[in-house]
């Protein structure tokens, strides 16, 4: 490898660059003063090799040469003078030189291979952390590029087209990838991509029935305007920003044609009487009232925010199988058949809501998501379900990951129905635990669920209904350190009156609780309310879970297998902390499940290395709201009222039948 010294662009040659690109989604800000390093760049590594001469052309057009030189953290994939000759010629130009002169459409197809990890805090994509799926970074045009292996497993592809045929080429500022084919987005809306693709023409006629097609259409809300004056209250306002777009996305869970066929659907009529069976209720509707049978059918296979399939069941790496309390979880990839790695997903037709499970253990590749199954694929009998049992419905992966330029359709290889007895059965037979951000899709959609925080606008989300002020704002944070669920949370400050809409739930008895982190510094006097029903006595959460009126201990196995360990001694008599978790319930509180942990509680974290769960942190507490009765499924407003100035924190809502509470696990 060649070794050279480079210096790097001043900032203002970069911003111009970035000035006459205007649809880049993110730009290198290398600061005021120039930077030296030593090694070789992707710049140096592009222009020493002259089979990717044409695709350097290319960046020296769209002006992003220089971009490579500089610091950062690059991923590029790179197309070789081959790929790019294929790539001119399919796309009608008569020579390179002609595909040059069309200055727009050489940034678009430079940018899209290009990912710039430093501006989304992320590092280089090396294939050794590849999974299959969407890479978690988008490209330079808000894109997402997936990742499978090859049909022949001895290469990477990229977006199901390209391969990789020389990877990993690390770099000083980034890492580069060469493949065999240039890559290129679709950009067609959703439901002209459903109607075109070729595997799913009778719900592009369905959609057209049924008018979720004009549901499917909206790109961006042209109205919002990102604020620019933080809240002059927030002590971390150096540390939040605002979003800077509100975008729609969405995601089609779709049967191709031929699994419509294999179950008696292949006209329109099939699929209209097939609805019917599941949606009686709508019948006599006509297609395109919402509440018709054919509308409630096609509205269940709509989200509205675009997952990719390893977004469908996400732990971003913080939700975990195991623990270190016993010796019987060391054992490799253990099944105990009452942990449930599960998430909900809220469709588009009201009131209804898709199960989703998925199998993962450590750091391999999670297996295919499960949808609306009564059986757990942590259930010993399996080893992996997705494959073993020929009525799981699941991903077909041939037909999923198909991304174009407001959403993605996923193909499934069975029919996907919101059977009402069937999710009732799924749903009281567990605790449901959801975090909040299930219920706020413009967080996905605008990339705000990440390692960073963001304010999240009055109005911004639409299940989030709060007055701002001049002391009152919200803010999602998803950079801190502590024991989150999902590594993220909700938190309002000022004195605030804040509800979100939650679920749907199924009909039946539940114990309601939350999950909330206490912080002795700013946290308030809080009053919660379920279906404006006050749930108990507002709580102080600046009380940490050992103060006397809580009266939280640590499992003794815990100071037993820590040594040094932190938060608390336990009590000798009640090693793994069951009799205090029944004093803690009937003091109206609970710990934090054993199932999610946090950078201080995992054996690489900050304390260095102290095996443990959130269950084993005092400052991470779940309140009882109380029990409550519902006689159908239906969403639920949840209420947080401020009593005492300072900040409210909340994580996730959980909902547990009651006939369940005796014998409760601590996952």
């Known amino acids: 490898m060649k070794m050279k010294i480079r210096k790097i662009f001043l900032f203002g040659t970069l911003a111009c660059m970035f000035c006459v690109f205007p649809r880049c989604k993110d730009s290198d800000d290398v600061g005021e003063n120039y930077t030296t390093f030593t090694g070789e760049t992707v710049c140096d590594f592009l222009q020493d090799n002259e089979e990717y001469s044409a695709f350097v052309d290319a960046l020296k057009t769209a002006n992003a040469l220089p971009l490579l030189e500089s610091y950062g953290a690059y991923t590029c994939f790179v197309p070789n003078n081959a790929a790019m000759g294929t790539y001119v010629k399919e796309q009608g130009y008569g020579s390179f030189e002609h595909f040059l002169d069309s200055v727009e459409a050489v940034k678009e197809m430079v940018f899209y291979h290009l990912i710039d990890g430093e501006a989304n805090d992320a590092g280089n994509y090396e294939t050794a952390g590849f999974t ?44 580069a990838h060469v493949v065999d084919k240039v890559l290129a987005g679709n950009t067609d809306l959703l439901p002209d991509y459903i109607e075109t693709e070729g595997h799913f023409n009778l719900y592009g006629d369905a959609l057209r029935a049924t008018g979720w097609r004009d549901s499917l259409l909206q790109i961006d809300d042209e109205h919002y305007v990102a604020p620019v004056t933080k809240p002059a209250t927030d002590p971390y306002s150096s540390t939040a920003e605002y979003p800077k777009a509100r975008n729609f996305r969405y995601t089609a869970l779709l049967e191709t044609d031929s699994v419509l066929a294999l179950n008696g659907i292949r006209t329109l009529d099939d699929m209209r009487e097939y609805a019917k069976r599941f949606y009686p209720e709508g019948a006599d509707f006509p297609d395109e009232d919402k509440r018709s049978s054919l509308s409630l059918f096609v509205g269940y296979h709509l989200l509205p925010t675009m997952l990719t399939s390893n977004q469908l069941v996400n732990t971003r790496n913080y939700a975990f199988t195991h623990t270190w309390m016993d010796e019987d979880w060391l054992n490799d990839k253990f099944r105990d058949g009452k942990f449930w790695l599960e998430q909900y997903l809220i469709p588009m037709a009201e009131q209804s809501v898709i199960t989703v499970q998925a199998f993962t253990w450590g750091s391999e590749n ?36 198909l991304d174009c330029q407001n959403g993605v359709i996923h193909a499934l290889t069975g029919i996907l129905v919101y059977d009402k007895d069937k999710l009732g059965r799924i749903m009281r037979g567990k605790r449901i635990r959801m975090d909040f951000a299930t219920f706020l899709p413009e967080l996905r959609n605008n ?25 009152v704002f919200v803010k999602y944070i998803g950079d801190n350190m502590h024991s989150d669920y999902l590594h993220d949370y909700i938190e309002s400050w000022g004195m605030f009156d804040v509800t979100i809409t939650v679920g749907p739930i199924p009909d039946g008895s539940y114990e309601v609780r939350i999950g909330y982190r206490v912080n002795t510094n700013h946290r308030g006097i809080t009053q919660f309310y379920l279906d404006e029903q006050p749930c108990g006595i507002p709580i102080d959460m600046r009380l940490k879970g050992d103060d006397a009126s809580i009266g939280w201990e640590q499992e003794y196995v815990y100071t037993q297998i820590n040594s040094p360990y932190i938060w608390g001694g336990g009590n000798e008599e009640d090693y793994y902390g069951y009799e205090n978790d029944k004093s803690l319930h009937n003091r109206g509180f609970m710990k934090a499940p054993d199932c999610f942990a946090s950078n201080e509680l995992l054996p690489t974290g900050s304390s260095g290395g102290v095996k443990g769960s959130a269950r084993n942190d005092p400052y991470a507490l779940r309140k009882v709201l109380g029990i409550f009765s519902w006689d159908k499924m239906e969403t639920h407003e949840f209420r947080v009222v401020q009593m005492l100035d300072g900040s409210c924190h909340f994580d996730y809502i959980e909902f547990i039948p009651t006939n369940l509470l005796e014998g409760e696990d601590t996952h």
Not at 150 to 166: E, F, K, L
Not at 383 to 390: H, K, R, S
């Open 132 to 175: 299959s799926g969407a890479i978690d970074t988008k490209n330079m045009l808000g894109r997402y590029l997936y990742t499978s292996i090859a049909p022949d497993g001895t290469a990477w592809m990229i977006n199901n087209s390209a391969r990789i045929v020389s990877g990993d080429h690390m770099l000083v500022n980034g890492v």
């Open 366 to 401: 999670a297996q295919k998501p499960i949808f609306n199954d009564e059986r757990n694929c942590y259930d010993p009998r399996y080893t992996n379900m997705t494959e073993e049992l020929d009525d799981v419905v699941t991903l077909d992966m041939a037909h999923s990951n």
């Open 447 to 471: 990339d705000i669920i990440s390692n960073k925080c963001y304010y999240l606008p009055e109005g911004y989300c639409k299940k989030l209904k709060y007055e701002e002020g001049a002391s």
